[in-house]
């Protein structure tokens, strides 16, 4: 624990609910607070369940209760719509005690409540990267976003991998030009380089980087199950090793009672969960990943809370800080494929200060065992992959050319230029790359460009509202039972597989096709546990060189001297090499 003095610089009403509830500050938060006070700019690193998001919103707080402020004067950036849904109940405790007005917006808000925050904006807005793209243009809500004064990205570490967070980066650039310098604040799992994520949040920006050196414990084993039942195997349609790594799930869902089963795939959840409740229908096991509709995974995220389920199989969809309560073990179905990922994953367990994380692999075949070693062995060396940011992501440019064009309607091509160049992603853009880009937008009449200026057509409004998202798409089919919506499926899976009559899997149990129109496939119940398991696109997942490595110089280790691996879980896995 940290000093519990740290607390008393936060205003009166938050320093005595704060003692009134005997909470005492984290050793980040004792680091933090008085940083962030101080109204530096602030990426804060810390392991899961240290108090992360108070260590950002607390001296917020203070700052709202202590100075004079318009809505909306605070923006939470999450990566996720689930992570924002999370937040808002979290923070209803505080809105209650200290009448700061929170509200949520993104895809799903309705519209009521977009129209509700025009008339009263919060005085927290929390939102996603793309939604920020989309009130940036909205006149009336860009009004609002002139009174920003604090910026919090939660769970920057995931957006800094991807063209997501190039886009949002960029746009807070643009948000710059809007409300002046806001102070920024990252919260972060343990990354590889926290320099580089840093830089990646601050831009041209000095800022602090504070980190919880602490090392959280781990236990983490690799294991490899027996074979299974020959005949129950051959029943359920799967191999018998298929079948012990099951059993092996199910024993372990008795033994620790909350348990939350990671897989790389949704395609492996749903055949995991069906083949589960197959062989015992009592048995309360839950899926979660991001194809299954909103309503279906909020019951789920409550049942496995509340601990009606003891099991929970669920894809990279609740590998950040959803509140799911206490998590007595965390199993990854095959290798994880990075190290960065095995410890956010595995740190789900013993989500609490102190609290020892344990975690199993359950691997597949003799190249997912020692794949699984080797990330295993270089996370209890400390070894994470380092962030690999995108630089000057072209497709990225274009969109907030476009954003730009319609921010000013007409704008100096040198002042976007260094507009950009701001921010991280962008800091080592050619001038004639940009250029370049502008002429091919204004060839395809996607904004105007005349000497040293450019700006907004007719055309640029539609490009840029149909691109808020950089994350691919393809058209989706909505699994429709009694008039709700159960979960998505890609349309190649509904071209290529589904017909009328046809069974399918989805949230782990069977469904018979009645009818598919243009956009929904109309189901019902069915028994046929021998359905179709839907796949989806952009479900793999890459290994690092390191990782990769390690594994081979494990194997040659293994060839070379017969003694190397020595526990029994492991001399399983060597029987198993040694007769391939």
């Known amino acids: 624990m940290g000093d519990p003095m740290v607390f008393s610089l936060l205003?009166?009403?938050?320093?005595?609910?704060?003692?009134?509830?005997?909470?005492?500050?984290?050793?980040?938060?004792?680091?933090?607070?008085?940083?962030?006070?101080?109204?530096?700019?602030?990426?804060?690193?810390?392991?899961?369940?240290?108090?992360?998001?108070?260590?950002?919103?607390?001296?917020?707080?203070?700052?709202?209760?202590?100075?004079?402020?318009?809505?909306?004067?605070?923006?939470?950036?999450?990566?996720?719509?689930?992570?924002?849904?999370?937040?808002?109940e979290r923070m209803g405790f505080w809105s209650e005690k200290l009448g700061i007005r929170f509200s949520v917006r993104h895809g799903d808000t309705s519209q009521y409540e977009r129209a509700k925050q025009l008339r009263n904006p919060p005085d927290v807005l929390i939102t996603t990267p793309e939604?920020?793209?989309?009130?940036?243009?909205?006149?009336?809500?860009?009004?609002?976003?002139?009174?920003?004064?604090?910026?919090?990205?939660?769970?920057?570490?995931?957006?800094?991998?991807?063209?997501?967070?190039?886009?949002?980066?960029?746009?807070?650039?643009?948000?710059?030009?809007?409300?002046?310098?806001?102070?920024?604040?990252?919260?972060?799992?343990?990354?590889?380089?926290?320099?580089?994520?840093?830089?990646?949040?601050?831009?041209?920006?000095?800022?602090?980087?504070?980190?919880?050196?602490?090392?959280?414990?781990?236990?983490?084993?690799?294991?490899?199950?027996?074979?299974?039942?020959?005949k129950l195997a051959e029943k359920l349609h799967i191999s018998e090793d298929t079948l012990a790594r099951i059993m092996y799930i199910k024993e372990c869902m008795e033994r620790y009672n909350s348990v939350l089963i990671f897989v790389n795939t949704r395609e492996t959840a749903e055949m995991l969960s069906s083949r589960i409740i197959s062989i015992d229908k009592e048995t309360k096991i839950g899926v979660h990943h991001s194809s299954l509709s909103r309503d279906v995974r909020i019951i789920t995220e409550k049942s496995f809370k509340g601990g009606e389920t003891k099991g929970l199989i669920a894809t990279s969809s609740l590998e950040l800080g959803i509140d799911i309560g206490r998590i007595n073990l965390v199993i990854q179905y095959m290798s994880p494929r990075q190290v960065t990922r095995l410890i956010q994953r595995v740190g789900r367990s013993g989500h609490r200060v102190g609290g020892v994380s344990k975690g199993k692999i359950i691997t597949t075949d003799i190249e997912d065992i020692f794949e699984s070693l080797a990330i295993t062995y270089l996370a209890k060396k400390g070894f994470l992959e380092k962030p690999e940011i995108f630089r000057n992501p072209l497709d990225v440019l274009a969109y907030e050319i476009c954003g730009l064009a319609l921010d000013f309607g007409r704008i100096n091509i040198g002042k976007a230029y260094e507009i950009l160049r701001r921010s991280y992603p962008f800091m080592n853009l050619q001038l004639e790359d940009f250029i370049s880009v502008l002429q091919q937008m204004a060839a395809?009449?996607?904004?105007?460009?005349?000497?040293?200026?450019?700006?907004?057509?007719?055309?640029?409004?539609?490009?840029?509202?149909?691109?808020?998202?950089?994350?691919?798409?393809?058209?989706?089919?909505?699994?429709?039972?009694?008039?709700?919506?159960?979960?998505?499926?890609?349309?190649?899976?509904?071209?290529?597989?589904?017909?009328?009559?046809?069974?399918f899997i989805i949230k782990g149990t069977p469904w018979y096709v009645i009818d598919i129109d243009d956009r929904d496939v109309i189901?019902?119940?069915?028994?046929?546990?021998?359905?179709?398991?839907?796949?989806?696109?952009?479900?793999?997942?890459?290994?690092?060189?390191?990782?990769?490595?390690?594994?081979?110089?494990?194997?040659?280790?293994?060839?070379?001297?017969?003694?190397?691996?020595?526990?029994t879980t492991q001399r399983t896995c060597m029987r198993r090499y040694t007769n391939s």
């Open 11 to 88: 205003h009166k009403k938050i320093a005595d609910i704060l003692q009134e509830m005997n909470i005492k500050p984290t050793k980040i938060q004792e680091k933090s607070l008085p940083i962030i006070l101080e109204g530096n700019h602030a990426l804060i690193i810390a392991p899961t369940g240290t108090g992360k998001t108070e260590t950002a919103m607390l001296p917020i707080f203070h700052k709202l209760l202590s100075e004079k402020h318009e809505p909306i004067s605070c923006l939470y950036i999450t990566p996720l719509r689930a992570l924002n849904r999370d937040l808002l």
């Open 131 to 230: 939604t920020l793209q989309a009130i940036l243009c909205a006149p009336k809500m860009k009004k609002h976003l002139e009174h920003v004064r604090y910026v919090v990205v939660d769970e920057i570490h995931e957006l800094s991998q991807d063209k997501r967070g190039s886009q949002l980066m960029a746009s807070l650039e643009r948000l710059v030009e809007l409300a002046g310098e806001f102070q920024r604040i990252g919260l972060s799992a343990t990354v590889g380089d926290e320099k580089e994520i840093g830089a990646f949040l601050f831009g041209t920006r000095k800022g602090k980087i504070i980190t919880d050196k602490s090392s959280k414990r781990f236990e983490i084993e690799v294991v490899c199950p027996e074979k299974g039942d020959k």
């Open 444 to 503: 395809q009449r996607l904004i105007w460009l005349e000497h040293d200026y450019f700006g907004k057509r007719t055309r640029t409004y539609k490009y840029y509202y149909e691109n808020l998202s950089m994350i691919p798409d393809e058209r989706k089919y909505f699994v429709v039972y009694k008039g709700k919506n159960i979960a998505t499926l890609d349309e190649g899976f509904v071209v290529n597989y589904l017909r009328p009559g046809i069974t």
């Open 523 to 567: 189901v019902e119940p069915s028994n046929d546990i021998l359905g179709a398991i839907p796949g989806w696109e952009g479900e793999l997942l890459p290994v690092s060189y390191e990782v990769a490595q390690k594994a081979a110089e494990m194997k040659r280790e293994v060839l070379e001297n017969k003694d190397f691996i020595k526990n």
